[in-house]
């Protein structure tokens, strides 16, 4: 449009700049188009003729062009003595509205212009329908669809009525698409003709004509249920309605639809009823019901053909009640509870197509026998039920009880579980996202009598949440259509059914659809090493995965260094992140994906170690074990080398208080007396002797204590051939005492031998184990005959003064400790 009003602009602009003769105006150009309003894409021819009067005619031949707004078009010019002609051909106009214009290159002048509008002829309207009010100011509304396509030019339409006494037209207001007709021009109860007219420049189009009663053509008001009351007939309900306004409307030409609906049940049911006479349509009667059942009911009605009425509100009855009818449809879980004398039974059924409650308050009862009242194992409410049974027992009863009566009884066998099954795989995909498709293949079996397809959503425990279908041997396939939850966790199994028993189930999870978790795991840390860290986490809540755990990725990254990335399968609670750097800080964050979608966590920070434990507790083990080795090898030397290692360090010093010098052992072998016959043993000789040079002092009065006493200080006087020796020492006499060796090889019974033994003195100035001093030797006396009463052997008495060093050689006589113990050797042979 725009574009247009610039162009008829510039026209004006033209005209006004023409050659003007004087007073007289005088036209330059005439313009004329074959029409002004063309069907749009159709030819347009147009002329432009310049005459003699213009001024911009100088007798001479002028180039002429043309504008389509602003778009040049070559035409054809003719050139005569008192005119220039130009036409111009437009094989196709495209434009709903545009300016075409006469133009003189040589003047750069426009001289003349006409413009052309394009459209199409309206359509034929269509779905004319009117209804009438009778609720407030009675009148009959008309309406109709105009078509889809625009006609792009000035349309307008107009309502036709005719009647046996008159005619009626009235116009529609711009660009509405309905009338209403003033109760003036109707007859409620007399037909009416009605049509649509519509024209624009290109044409006109008429509807189908329809005709009508107005009555017929009204909505009434939605009916009042008066009553609903309950029928002596069992199944039935009787129905008390009424019109509100238009009482006054003949009940005879009314039809009516009732909408019936149970209390337990999502799905309404219609029942169309036509009134043959007010009387018997005022109160309906609706049979062929449910009995004790309680149903909603909505009523709407509508004057012949006429529109329905809105429904009324709802109102409820309840059926007479009648005993149940039908059979149910059953089938026990059977575990073992005491093998094999007991049985546990969860049994579990459902109405079949031909079982009917007949009643509101309906309850189950099983027993063990067919008659009434005996062997009940359980009565309930609910649709399953567990008890233990008898592995003697192999039937049940199973039957549904109101307060009219108890439906027929359902045998149930009861076999016991079988170890074993068919099904190989089971798989549940979901359909439409409405249900699922559970498919299942199976071994051949010649008793397999049937599946059973068990379902049950995982988040409810509760048994009555079980649901069951039982199917035929040959089908390997079920769709499961019901209320399931998307993304909750659903149980499926499949069972087989054999001739004695249940097989052991197939079971899948399963889920209607999937999203992403609903939680991401919080990452905890559980060590941090230096050029590691293990992670662990917790499981996501089953109400909260929201689908299948695909993985756990684990994200990190340190300063200055790219993102890494580690995955962890669904079952895993924990993950070791490694190649870290020690003393460096890292960031870290969880991603949780299940097949619906995935699901960030929050980021958290660690820092590894700058020496690593794991390094510092091996050494120190390592040092550890090391000590270790050293002290066992160290006890195990002491242990076999403890007596040499001992005697090298610390020599052996007999205490002759605590010896017997008889059992001394021999050093060497040489000296052993061979026995004389076999019936005794060598006796064991003294070989070697150790004696210590103590201070020694003769005293009667001791000696008398001595032999008078009974206390047994010390076995030495035993030992050395029964000879008794009163003992005197004081360890605080000398700190260091010498001691000698002598050397024997002859037994006490044996004559004397001919060299005398060597007697050598020990240099060592080691102290003598102290004792107790009750218990230390004092000083050894010798009673053998030839020795004199106060000379004291082994020792030195206090009045000993030394003498000069003898010859070496010496008798055996000399040596009278020795002699006792060989006439000791004698005295026990």
Excluded at 18 to 27: E, F, P, Q, T, V
Excluded at 450 to 470: I, Q, T, Y
């Amino acid at each position: 449009m725009i574009v247009t009003w610039i162009s008829l602009i510039t026209i004006l602009v033209g005209v006004v700049n023409a050659a003007w003769n004087g007073d007289d105006m005088k036209r330059c150009a005439d313009v004329q188009a074959s029409s002004p309003v063309v069907p749009l894409g159709s030819p347009v021819n147009a002329t432009c003729v310049v005459t003699k009067g213009c001024s911009l005619f100088l007798e001479e031949a002028v180039q002429i062009e043309w504008l389509l707004n602003r778009d040049a078009i070559h035409g054809n010019v003719e050139f005569t003595q008192n005119k220039t002609k130009s036409t111009v051909v437009i094989s196709s106009f495209n434009h709903t509205e545009a300016a075409l214009t006469c133009y003189i290159k040589d003047y750069d002048q426009i001289v003349g212009g006409v413009l052309i509008r394009a459209g199409y002829p309206p359509e034929v309207p269509q779905n004319l329908s009117c209804q009438a009010n009778l609720t407030r100011t009675l009148t009959l509304t008309c309406s109709w669809d105009p078509g889809q396509s625009q006609t792009y030019l000035p349309t307008s339409y107009s309502v036709h009525s005719e009647t046996r006494e008159s005619n009626y037209t009235y116009k529609a207001p711009a660009g509405v698409h309905s009338y209403t007709i003033p109760r003036s021009d109707l007859i409620l109860f007399s037909d009416m003709k009605i049509y649509v007219k519509a024209e624009n420049e290109l044409g006109q189009a008429i509807s189908a004509p329809i005709t009508l009663e107005p009555v017929s053509a009204a909505k009434l008001d939605p009916p009042k249920i008066v009553s609903i009351t309950v029928s002596k007939k069992p199944g039935c309900l009787r129905l008390n309605w009424m019109l509100t306004h238009q009482s006054w409307i003949h009940a005879g030409n009314l039809n009516l639809e009732v909408l019936l609906q149970t209390a337990d049940s999502r799905h309404w049911t219609i029942k169309q009823i036509i009134c043959r006479d007010r009387r018997t349509c005022k109160i309906l009667s609706l049979c062929s019901l449910l009995h004790g059942t309680q149903y909603w009911l909505q009523i709407r009605v509508r004057y012949k053909q006429g529109p329905w009425s809105e429904w009324s509100s709802s109102q409820s009855g309840v059926t007479l009640e009648s005993a149940p009818t039908g059979r149910l449809e059953s089938w026990a879980k059977v575990s073992w509870y005491r093998k094999p004398t007991h049985l546990n039974i969860s049994l579990f059924w459902k109405p079949s197509k031909q079982f009917h409650a007949n009643g509101q308050n309906i309850s189950y009862s099983i027993s063990r026998f067919q008659r009434a009242g005996q062997g009940i194992l359980c009565k309930t409410i609910w649709k399953y039920c567990t008890f233990q049974l008898s592995a003697r027992v192999k039937k049940v009863y199973l039957t549904a009880v109101n307060r009219a009566g108890k439906s027929p009884l359902t045998g149930i066998y009861i076999y016991p579980p079988q170890d074993r099954t068919t099904i190989q795989d089971v798989t549940a995909v979901t359909v439409d996202h409405q249900s699922f498709l559970v498919q299942w293949t199976h071994l051949a079996s010649t008793d397999l009598t049937g599946f059973v397809v068990e379902w049950r959503p995982m988040l409810k425990e509760n048994l009555s949440h079980v649901h069951f279908e039982k199917v035929d041997k040959n089908q390997t396939n079920l769709i499961l259509a019901g209320t399931f939850e998307p993304y909750k966790p659903y149980h499926i199994s499949v069972y087989p059914r054999y001739k004695r028993g249940i097989g052991l189930p197939r079971t899948v999870k399963a889920y209607l659809r999937q999203k992403a978790p609903s939680m991401v795991p919080v990452i905890k840390i559980k060590n941090v090493w230096m050029s590691s860290v293990d992670l662990m986490w917790e499981q996501i809540p089953l109400d909260q995965q929201n689908g299948f755990i695909q993985h756990y990725k684990i994200f990190y990254w340190g300063e200055k260094e790219a993102v890494k990335v580690e995955t962890a399968d669904s079952k895993t609670t924990e993950m070791s992140l490694k190649n870290l750097k020690p003393g460096s800080l890292y960031k870290a964050f969880m991603m949780v994906r299940t097949f619906g979608g995935s699901l960030n966590g929050s980021t958290i920070h660690f820092k590894t170690e700058t020496f690593d434990m794991v390094d510092i507790v091996g050494m120190i083990t390592g040092s550890g074990v090391g000590v270790s080795l050293i002290i066992i090898m160290a006890f195990l030397t002491l242990s076999f080398k403890g007596k040499r290692i001992e005697s090298r360090l610390w020599p052996d010093v007999p205490d002759p208080a605590n010896s017997s010098i008889k059992r001394w052992p021999s050093e060497s072998p040489q000296y052993a007396h061979v026995a004389r016959n076999n019936d005794e043993p060598n006796p064991i000789h003294l070989s070697h002797l150790s004696f210590l040079d103590l201070t020694t002092k003769l005293c009667k009065e001791e000696d008398d204590l001595w032999f008078n006493s009974a206390e047994d200080t010390s076995d030495l006087g035993e030992s050395i051939c029964g000879s008794l020796f009163i003992l005197e020492y004081t360890a605080s006499n000398s700190s260091s005492v010498p001691y000698a060796t002598v050397i024997a090889s002859v037994p006490c019974n044996n004559p004397t031998p001919e060299e005398p033994p060597a007697y050598l003195r020990s240099d060592s100035t080691q102290p003598l184990l102290e004792r107790e001093e009750s218990f230390s030797p004092l000083c050894y006396q010798n009673v053998a005959s030839g020795v004199k009463p106060e000379q004291c052997f082994f020792g030195q008495d206090q009045d000993y003064i030394p003498e000069s060093e003898e010859d070496p050689a010496f008798a055996w006589d000399d040596f009278p400790f020795l002699r006792a113990l060989s006439a000791y050797d004698t005295e026990s042979d």
